[in-house]
């Protein structure tokens, strides 16, 4: 074979080697961008565009149902999904399984975190010295309460922070204590803070009292009024700063900075009610831009009747879902504590017993809630962590 025809044989193998690589590599991308072939109705072969869908899970480890059929397990991405609307369930034994129609776009990612609520949830004591009025503090991270305790009577702040709360693992430290002249313990509510440094408590006889958080010290509170409104004016200015920098309708703006917002964990959401006829609407609004797929703006998260008992509403931690509890807790000493996410989906029930005070709290780990509650008739109530996974 003459030197010149081995020439031409090299290179057209390297031509050849160049186009199979090439072809490879968009076929590669092709698929990676969600690309299908698709047989049509008159059995050509179309290049068809698909969606994927991001599907996790909390624990992970769940199977993934969609249409019906088994597909993978969470953590994992699902590839080649005809655009349109479709029913995913993600599944995880001793969990209540999860379901949702979702709608899949052409060449887009849809992310969905499954929120699994075990089928039996665990129950353990945060307190034994006793515990009332509970409330949590802005950022969630901890809770304060009054607690008659034979040895410190007082207000006590619990950290929910850490890996693990409970009865022997809590880093509780007393705000301040019973005096001679004061019974602070005996107290009616409390308040935080935006900045979490100080609590405004109502006493039995109804004087309030100003705590600071760093030196453990009371004083009486003349004007409770001025200082939540006080209070009230420092979160209305963060909150302002946020909003300002949004590109939403000024009507929106507005509604975020009334008092008839209730800002969600990530300061990016709020919730408010609106009323129609007889009924009332609770819906969320969702300022992440650019917002994640399959998610929407505004959602209606659940609609009661006027002339009904509302429930009390708090946000979970993951800023997605919402804590109902329902029932009439002040007469009954029970009620119903449910998970559901914003969008009205998933509503799991994760406690209905004795329930002693109607707000529950998040643990910023999710894992938990806590509850106020106790389980002998007469007896002093504790704070209990009903554990959901």
């Avoid at 993978?72 to 590839?79: G, H, I, K, R, V």
């Avoid at 009054?146 to 410190?152: A, L, P, Q, V, Y």
């Amino acid at each position: 074979m003459s030197a010149e025809k081995k020439k031409r044989i090299s290179i057209l193998e390297k031509i050849l080697t160049i186009a199979v690589i090439m072809g490879i590599t968009s076929v590669l991308y092709l698929y990676t961008s969600g690309y299908r072939l698709d047989k049509g109705k008159d059995s050509t072969i179309d290049l068809a565009k698909t969606g994927m869908v991001s599907a996790k899970s909390i624990p992970d480890g769940a199977s993934v149902y969609l249409d019906g059929k088994l597909r993978t397990a969470t953590n994992d991405t699902l590839s080649g999904i005809a655009p349109g609307k479709h029913k995913i369930k993600i599944e995880k034994k001793g969990f209540v399984p999860w379901n949702k129609e979702i709608e899949i776009y052409e060449e887009l990612v849809t992310d969905i975190t499954a929120v699994l609520v075990s089928q039996s949830p665990r129950l353990e004591p945060l307190t034994n010295t006793g515990a009332k009025y509970p409330s949590i503090s802005p950022s969630l991270n901890k809770i304060a309460y009054f607690s008659e305790d034979g040895e410190k009577p007082g207000v006590w702040v619990t950290s929910l922070n850490g890996a693990g709360i409970g009865l022997f693992r809590n880093t509780s430290v007393m705000a301040v204590q019973d005096t001679k002249f004061v019974k602070y313990s005996q107290g009616k509510s409390i308040e935080w803070s935006p900045d979490e440094t100080q609590l405004l408590l109502q006493a039995a006889n109804d004087t309030y009292y100003l705590v600071d958080l760093a030196s453990n010290t009371a004083s009486t509170a003349l004007n409770p009024d001025t200082i939540r409104q006080d209070w009230q004016v420092l979160l209305s200015e963060k909150r302002t700063v946020l909003v300002e920098k949004l590109d939403v309708p000024e009507n929106i703006k507005q509604l975020a900075l009334s008092t008839r917002a209730y800002w969600a964990p990530d300061d990016k959401k709020f919730l408010y009610t609106v009323q129609t006829g007889d009924t009332l609407e609770y819906r969320t609004y969702n300022f992440e831009r650019p917002i994640p797929i399959g998610e929407k703006i505004e959602n209606t998260a659940f609609t009661t009747n006027l002339a009904d008992a509302q429930p009390k509403v708090s946000w979970y931690s993951d800023s997605f879902h919402l804590i109902l509890v329902e029932g009439n807790i002040e007469q009954d000493k029970r009620g119903i504590i449910s998970l559901v996410r914003i969008d009205g989906t998933n509503k799991v029930e994760i406690y209905n017993n004795t329930l002693m005070f109607n707000s529950v709290f998040a643990v910023p780990s999710g894992d938990k809630i806590i509850i106020l509650t106790s389980f002998k008739s007469g007896e002093q109530t504790d704070l209990y962590t009903v554990g959901i996974r």
